[in-house]
């Protein structure tokens, strides 16, 4: 990893944006989106971010949880939003915010929210340190805050459950 990866980047530089068209392959018996399929697009949109952030590859090691606040249609547009909201060492947690668009009734909905973790990877799968973020607005500065608030949340969870299994 050269250091010119690890000199600090702006929140801006992660920022994605991604839009899918929900057919008809993608929804459940009564034409709404599949959960699954709106959380696999979480999950990309999420690595995209990471990806920008790291230069480098990324896998998933966590997803806090989602709640799905409106339903999605066929033939609805789903927008997902995605920015690195702040690094540790080799993991960063991205914020993805999903938002539905009818484009015929010319409305827009928040669907749901959700934060996941990456970690950067080299080919063989090996953690790389990750560059720093720096929050550049008073939103970044409140995502960045409470990304490591969720993380000694996190962190707390995991080590109750290693805990209950001795």
């Known amino acids: 990893m050269s250091e010119a990866n690890l000199m600090p980047r702006p929140v801006r530089d ?3 944006e991604m839009t899918e068209i929900v057919l008809p392959n993608d929804a ?26 790291a230069r480098s590859h990324v896998v998933t090691a966590s997803v806090d949880h989602i709640d799905f606040l ?6 609805d547009l789903a927008i997902l939003r995605s920015s690195v909201n702040r690094v540790f060492h080799t993991s960063m947690e991205t914020g993805v ?18 934060y996941l973790t990456f970690v950067a990877v080299d080919t063989k799968g090996n953690h790389l340190k990750v560059a720093p973020v720096i929050p550049e ?14 993380r000694e949340i996190r962190r707390a969870e ?3 459950r290693r805990k209950s299994k001795r």
């Open 97 to 114: 915010k999903v938002f539905v668009e009818n484009y015929i009734a010319d409305t827009a909905q928040h669907v749901a929210s959700a």
């Open 28 to 53: 459940n018996p009564l034409g709404a989106l599949l959960g699954g399929r709106l959380m696999h697009w979480i999950d990309l949109a999420g690595a995209m971010a990471a990806h920008r952030h």
């Open 14 to 16: 992660s920022q994605s």
């Open 137 to 150: 607005t008073a939103e970044q500065q409140r995502r960045y805050d409470d990304a490591g608030r969720r």
């Open 70 to 75: 409106v339903p999605v249609r066929v033939g």
């Open 158 to 160: 995991l080590e109750r």
